[in-house]
């Protein structure tokens, strides 16, 4: 199984951007995909954005045009650019990968984005 690890997460000011990365060794050489969740300070968890195996990119509609989702293959990393930040974009922002039974479904720990002024 791959298991992903993330990294970035830090305060920010509203408007501003931020990079956050999920790093899981595998995740190139068996086909992965992965998807990136956020979970707020109350619980709730939503689904943000993803990127297959194809490297097709789908996006949470509140986010769309703000944030970018990539993959660095060499790295077995996987990028999400976040501009324009809003305060509800505050959270912990979680990776999933997803796949074949070689990929598994393992949920990294979380990278904490905080957009306040």
């Known amino acids: 199984q791959v298991q992903p690890v993330e990294s970035g997460g830090d305060l920010v000011q509203p408007g501003g951007s931020l990079k956050i990365s999920c790093t899981a060794p595998?995740?190139?050489?068996?086909?992965?995909?992965m998807s990136w969740y956020r979970e707020s300070a109350g619980g709730q968890r939503e689904w943000v954005s993803s990127?297959?195996?194809?490297?097709?990119?789908t996006y949470l509609r509140s986010v769309k045009g703000r944030f970018t989702i990539s993959k660095d293959k060499p790295k077995d990393t996987v990028i999400l650019q976040m501009n324009s930040l809003l305060p509800e974009d505050t959270g912990l922002y979680l990776c999933?990968?997803?796949?074949?039974?070689?990929?598994?479904?393992?949920w990294g720990q979380g990278t904490q984005v905080t957009v306040s002024s």
């Open positions: 999933k990968v997803f796949g074949g039974s070689r990929c598994g479904a393992a």
């Open positions: 595998g995740f190139t050489s068996n086909n992965c995909g």
């Open positions: 990127i297959s195996t194809y490297d097709s990119e």
